[in-house]
């Protein structure tokens, strides 16, 4: 604005920068230092224990499982709100957040409710043998419903935006529907796919809270590495603790890097972001 | 006649998404309410009128709503320096305001801890000044802006970038202050979004739990938030005691959510895009 003074102008400047100094680069600069407290070996040493490599991998498993999956689920849905129009279609756009409405922790428990050995298929799944809640199936349902409205929210407003006329004219060419939607509808949405797996993706490896009710917290069976963080943390092991959570930093500032790029290749990106949330 | 759909999958995408979001979302949170009404309404108001459960959702939702406050006037004055001002590290800085979404919860916790606790670099200070801010209500306020800041940051900076600059040098040709404009022109436009974005805060600041649980201290009628309530009763086995706790937060943030999707409906009909 151009009414503002210029020391005014500077004050405004230097408390937003004194505000996300103190709220956001201090904590990440703390998982650093924190982990690197003991020099690099006890950061290597942590990273490499046993356990912490099981969490890994169960992280690496988990997001493999649930981030194609919700793709898969959020390109269906964005097809379907899209392209057609339909009643009840706002109700259904309020459904698909729900997820995003629920504490982490409840949706921990909804799953519990369902198939904890009280639960509504408790029962039935001991008779067979079947463990789903404190074990890697409930871990990956409850990442599966906190990961639900990533990529459906982020390719609603892409694809809506594009409308329908390229897939109409390739229709009209006499191409078939599947034909249309890999060289006509996905070359064209894969910028906004790309920036909705990198959120699914990050939301994926870092859950915690969803995750937690449901893990049973078994030590390199069903901990996670937020789960491993948490473990470490509570056992006075700090170095150790924030070694392993440098690991979901650098996710987070990978995912941080990989956004940025996509919206500075694609404005409208971030602008269909916004309205997601 | 209605007009014949020319693009196929209508059907089949519709179909799928239903089932999935039934499966996996809608039958899931339904089976929930459906326990609790098993339990009886008397039953019900026994487990939820409790010192302890009223103690919980007073704090989750008054640390939310004081930092949702917090990132009001923060988190505009954040949006409106990247929107408006130019300096060095500017685009740097406005990528690192979506950390919050991206760091893990539990880092941010055991980061924000280890910051704020008598040791660390900002507790230390703030303890010679007589604050304590780890182990505190006060902390979880701490977490919760934390956790709120980009959703009032992201949802005023289309906004900010959309308004018309001259109206505003209008205001100050005929005479304004910079105040009188901001609070005379730029605010009555900005203020839908503002709400918005900070109940958007508020609401995910009530369900939180992963920044929460290190930085709380977890003492039972003070520092103990409806989440973590959640889980110790789970942990006791005691199943219609979490149940309840969670139908009140479930209808809480439905309620929460519904207003929401009015506001941002008012917001974008009051700034559709060109």
């Given at each position: 604005m151009s009414g503002v003074p210029p020391l005014g102008r500077w004050l405004a400047i230097a408390l937003a920068l004194a505000f996300l100094g103190i709220f956001l680069v201090l904590p990440l600069l703390v998982v650093f230092t924190s982990g690197l407290a003991h020099g690099v070996g006890a950061y290597v040493a942590a990273i490499a224990d046993p356990i912490a490599r099981a969490a890994i991998l169960l992280t690496l498993l988990v997001a493999a499982i649930?981030?194609?999956?919700?793709?898969?689920f959020g390109v269906t849905a964005a097809w379907a709100i899209a392209k057609f129009e339909f009643r009840g279609k706002s109700t259904l756009l309020t459904l698909i957040d729900l997820p995003f409405a629920v504490s982490p922790v409840i949706a921990g428990l909804v799953f519990i409710l369902m198939f904890g050995s009280n639960g509504w298929f408790g029962p039935f799944l001991q008779q067979h043998h079947v463990r789903i809640v404190f074990a890697v199936p409930g871990i990956v349902l409850a990442t599966l419903f906190v990961t639900f409205p990533f990529v459906a929210r982020e390719l609603i407003p892409?694809?809506?935006?594009?409308?329908?006329?390229?897939?109409?004219?390739?229709?009209?060419?006499?191409?078939?529907?599947?034909?249309?939607?890999w060289r006509v509808t996905l070359p064209n949405i894969r910028w906004g796919l790309l920036y909705g797996v990198l959120?699914?993706?990050?939301?994926?490896?870092?859950?915690?809270?969803?995750?937690?009710?449901?893990?049973g917290h078994v030590r390199g069976l069903t901990n996670t590495i937020p789960l491993h963080v948490e473990i470490l943390y509570n056992e006075y092991s700090y170095v150790a603790a924030f070694a392993v959570a440098s690991l979901l930093a650098l996710l987070a500032l990978a995912t941080l890097i990989g956004k940025s790029l996509l919206e500075w290749r694609q404005p409208d990106l971030r602008r269909a972001a916004r309205g997601a949330r | 006649m209605r007009p014949r759909r020319v693009i196929p999958g209508f059907g089949l995408t519709l179909g799928i998404t239903m089932v999935y979001l039934s499966l996996l979302v809608l039958i899931p949170l339904s089976s929930t309410f459906a326990r609790s009404l098993s339990l009886g309404v008397g039953h019900f108001w026994a487990v939820i009128h409790t010192p302890r459960v009223l103690a919980s959702l007073r704090l989750s939702f008054g640390a939310a709503l004081l930092a949702a406050a917090l990132n009001c006037g923060f988190g505009l004055l954040v949006a409106w320096v990247l929107s408006r001002y130019d300096f060095p590290g500017k685009r740097v800085l406005d990528a690192m305001v979506d950390l919050p979404f991206a760091l893990p919860t539990a880092v941010a916790g055991i980061s924000l801890t280890t910051l704020y606790s008598t040791s660390g670099w900002l507790g230390a200070a703030l303890g010679a000044l007589g604050i304590t801010v780890a182990y505190t209500p006060l902390g979880i306020v701490v977490a919760l802006t934390f956790i709120g800041l980009p959703f009032v940051v992201r949802t005023l900076q289309p906004v900010l970038d959309d308004l018309d600059r001259d109206v505003e040098q209008a205001a100050a040709t005929l005479g304004a202050s910079a105040a009188q404009t901001f609070r005379r022109v730029i605010l009555p436009a900005l203020w839908p979004a503002l709400l918005t974005g900070c109940s958007l805060a508020f609401a995910r600041g009530i369900g939180e739990y992963g920044s929460v649980i290190f930085i709380a201290g977890n003492m039972p009628l003070k520092s103990e938030i409806a989440p973590l309530l959640i889980v110790t009763k789970l942990e006791q086995y005691d199943y219609a005691g979490a149940t309840a706790i969670a139908v009140v937060m479930l209808l809480l943030s439905f309620a929460l959510m519904l207003a929401i999707n009015a506001l941002q409906a008012w917001t974008s009909s009051r700034h559709a895009p060109a």
């Amino acid at each position: 604005m151009s009414g503002v003074p210029p020391l005014g102008r500077w004050l405004a400047i230097a408390l937003a920068l004194a505000f996300l100094g103190i709220f956001l680069v201090l904590p990440l600069l703390v998982v650093f230092t924190s982990g690197l407290a003991h020099g690099v070996g006890a950061y290597v040493a942590a990273i490499a224990d046993p356990i912490a490599r099981a969490a890994i991998l169960l992280t690496l498993l988990v997001a493999a499982i649930a981030v194609p999956v919700n793709v898969v689920f959020g390109v269906t849905a964005a097809w379907a709100i899209a392209k057609f129009e339909f009643r009840g279609k706002s109700t259904l756009l309020t459904l698909i957040d729900l997820p995003f409405a629920v504490s982490p922790v409840i949706a921990g428990l909804v799953f519990i409710l369902m198939f904890g050995s009280n639960g509504w298929f408790g029962p039935f799944l001991q008779q067979h043998h079947v463990r789903i809640v404190f074990a890697v199936p409930g871990i990956v349902l409850a990442t599966l419903f906190v990961t639900f409205p990533f990529v459906a929210r982020e390719l609603i407003p892409v694809m809506q935006a594009q409308g329908r006329e390229d897939e109409e004219t390739a229709l009209s060419l006499g191409a078939t529907g599947w034909q249309t939607f890999w060289r006509v509808t996905l070359p064209n949405i894969r910028w906004g796919l790309l920036y909705g797996v990198l959120l699914c993706n990050a939301r994926a490896m870092g859950e915690f809270g969803a995750v937690s009710v449901v893990s049973g917290h078994v030590r390199g069976l069903t901990n996670t590495i937020p789960l491993h963080v948490e473990i470490l943390y509570n056992e006075y092991s700090y170095v150790a603790a924030f070694a392993v959570a440098s690991l979901l930093a650098l996710l987070a500032l990978a995912t941080l890097i990989g956004k940025s790029l996509l919206e500075w290749r694609q404005p409208d990106l971030r602008r269909a972001a916004r309205g997601a949330r | 006649m209605r007009p014949r759909r020319v693009i196929p999958g209508f059907g089949l995408t519709l179909g799928i998404t239903m089932v999935y979001l039934s499966l996996l979302v809608l039958i899931p949170l339904s089976s929930t309410f459906a326990r609790s009404l098993s339990l009886g309404v008397g039953h019900f108001w026994a487990v939820i009128h409790t010192p302890r459960v009223l103690a919980s959702l007073r704090l989750s939702f008054g640390a939310a709503l004081l930092a949702a406050a917090l990132n009001c006037g923060f988190g505009l004055l954040v949006a409106w320096v990247l929107s408006r001002y130019d300096f060095p590290g500017k685009r740097v800085l406005d990528a690192m305001v979506d950390l919050p979404f991206a760091l893990p919860t539990a880092v941010a916790g055991i980061s924000l801890t280890t910051l704020y606790s008598t040791s660390g670099w900002l507790g230390a200070a703030l303890g010679a000044l007589g604050i304590t801010v780890a182990y505190t209500p006060l902390g979880i306020v701490v977490a919760l802006t934390f956790i709120g800041l980009p959703f009032v940051v992201r949802t005023l900076q289309p906004v900010l970038d959309d308004l018309d600059r001259d109206v505003e040098q209008a205001a100050a040709t005929l005479g304004a202050s910079a105040a009188q404009t901001f609070r005379r022109v730029i605010l009555p436009a900005l203020w839908p979004a503002l709400l918005t974005g900070c109940s958007l805060a508020f609401a995910r600041g009530i369900g939180e739990y992963g920044s929460v649980i290190f930085i709380a201290g977890n003492m039972p009628l003070k520092s103990e938030i409806a989440p973590l309530l959640i889980v110790t009763k789970l942990e006791q086995y005691d199943y219609a005691g979490a149940t309840a706790i969670a139908v009140v937060m479930l209808l809480l943030s439905f309620a929460l959510m519904l207003a929401i999707n009015a506001l941002q409906a008012w917001t974008s009909s009051r700034h559709a895009p060109a």
